[in-house]
């Protein structure tokens, strides 16, 4: 079973920057994707980015896209998630996610989750 440890969120003033990082252990597939997701109060959970290993890609969430940036250490096994621009609607709780096919769509292993609060 693959682990995944989310960390780095708190609070940050609008306009600023959030370095999230997302440690993966026990992984051993070729092929693999790791996507982080959000989800504010009441909203339903939205996608805000995917890197899968099969093409080595990123694929970005409208919301974020042109003010996030992925980072892979596979050395470390962390996928770090910076976003810049911060604005108080990026308020949420972020996860990330494992898909062992490397598709970006069939998330079997999620992290607990860290709390992002941007204030205006």
């Known amino acids: 079973e693959v682990q995944l440890v989310e960390s780095g969120g708190g609070l940050v003033q609008a306009g600023g920057s959030l370095r999230l990082s997302c440690a993966a252990s026990?992984?051993?597939?070729?092929?693999?994707?790791i996507g982080w997701f959000r989800q504010a109060p009441g909203k339903e959970r939205e996608d805000v980015s995917c890197?899968?290993?099969?093409?080595?890609?990123?694929y970005y969430g409208d919301s974020v896209k042109g003010r996030a940036t992925i980072s892979i250490d596979n050395a470390k096994m962390t996928v770090d998630l910076q976003v810049n621009s911060l604005k108080p609607e990026d308020t949420a709780v972020y996860y990330c996610?494992?898909?062992?096919?490397?598709?970006?769509?069939?998330?079997?292993?999620w992290g607990q989750g860290t709390q992002v609060t941007v204030s205006s």
């Open positions: 890197f899968t290993s099969r093409t080595d890609t990123t």
């Open positions: 996610a494992a898909d062992s096919g490397g598709y970006c769509s069939d998330w079997t292993d």
């Open positions: 026990r992984f051993t597939f070729d092929d693999y994707a």
